[in-house]
C-alpha cells in the first residue's frame, strides 16, 4: 500500500532556513501536500503542488518535488519562533479515492 | 466566511459507551471527510461523504459510522468505545469528492476512560 515517510524532528536556528523532507512510495500520486498542525490545534494548509511540476514557491515557502525519486520538501525561508509546529507530509490520488495519505508529521522546534 | 466548525471541542466517555461528533463543513462546500489522529502520529481517514452519500471508507471497524445531512453537515458516531478510540477527531471540509484542497477543523479531542 501507500507509505509516506518523514523524520520525526527538526531543530534550526531563528532567521535560518528549515527544510523538512518527506519520500512517499504511491507512483501514482497526483497532489502532494504540507499541512501544519500548532499544539492542540487543526491542520492548515500550507500549500501543495501537481505531480507534474518540480516546484512552487509561496512567499517564505517554498516545495520542491522529485518525481523520480519520490522526494518532496519544503523549505521555509528566515524561520520564525511562529513557524514551531508539526509539518505533514500527505499525498493523494484517483487510485486512494481521494483519500489523503499521512506521514507521521516532523516537529520543527526553533532555537532562539 | 466562517471555516469549518467541529463540536464538541472535548469529550470524555467511559468504555463501551457512544459518542457523536459534529462537522459543519465551509459554506459552499459539499464534502466532508473524517480523519482520526492518534497522539504522535499522522490522520488516518475513516470517511467521506458526498451529497449525504458515502464515498470512501478507511479501515475502521463497523463501530464506526457516519452521516451526512441535507444542510451537507455530518455526524460520526462510534459505539461500544474503546480505550484505542482516545485521539483527536478531525472533520475536513471540500467543494466536492474529488476536490484537491481539504480544509480542516479544529478537531474534537476523545478521551476514553
Known amino acids: 500500500g501507500e507509505d509516506v515517510e518523514q523524520s520525526l524532528f527538526l531543530s534550526v536556528r531563528e532567521g535560518d532556513s528549515s527544510v523538512i523532507n518527506c519520500t512517499y512510495t504511491?507512483?501514482?500520486?497526483?497532489?502532494l501536500y504540507w499541512y501544519k498542525q500548532e499544539p492542540g490545534a487543526g491542520l492548515q494548509l500550507l500549500t501543495y503542488i501537481f505531480s507534474n511540476m518540480d516546484m512552487k514557491q509561496d512567499q517564505r515557502l517554498t516545495v520542491l518535488l522529485n518525481k523520480k525519486d519520490k522526494h518532496l520538501s519544503l523549505r521555509i525561508a528566515d524561520t520564525q519562533t511562529g513557524d514551531s509546529a508539526i509539518y505533514f507530509c500527505a499525498e493523494i490520488n484517483r487510485d486512494s479515492n481521494y483519500q489523503l495519505i499521512w506521514g507521521a508529521g516532523t516537529k520543527l522546534i526553533i532555537k532562539p | 466566511d466562517a471555516g469549518v466548525t467541529q463540536s464538541p471541542t472535548h469529550l470524555i466517555k467511559t468504555r463501551g459507551q457512544h459518542v457523536t461528533l459534529r462537522c459543519s463543513p465551509i459554506?459552499?462546500?459539499?464534502?466532508v471527510s473524517w480523519y482520526q489522529q492518534v497522539l504522535g502520529q499522522g490522520p488516518q481517514f475513516i470517511f467521506q461523504?458526498?451529497?449525504?452519500?458515502?464515498?470512501g471508507r478507511g479501515n475502521f471497524p463497523d463501530r464506526f459510522s457516519a452521516r451526512q445531512f441535507p444542510n451537507y453537515s455530518s455526524e460520526l458516531n462510534v459505539n461500544a468505545l474503546l480505550l484505542g478510540d482516545s485521539a483527536l477527531y478531525l472533520c475536513?471540509?471540500?467543494?466536492?469528492?474529488?476536490?484537491?484542497?481539504?480544509?480542516f477543523g479544529p478537531g474534537t479531542r476523545l478521551t476514553v476512560t
Open positions: 504511491d507512483s501514482s500520486s497526483t497532489y
Open positions: 461523504y458526498y451529497e449525504k452519500e458515502e464515498r
Open positions: 459554506s459552499g462546500h459539499k464534502s
Open positions: 475536513a471540509s471540500s467543494l466536492a469528492a474529488g476536490s484537491y484542497e481539504q480544509y
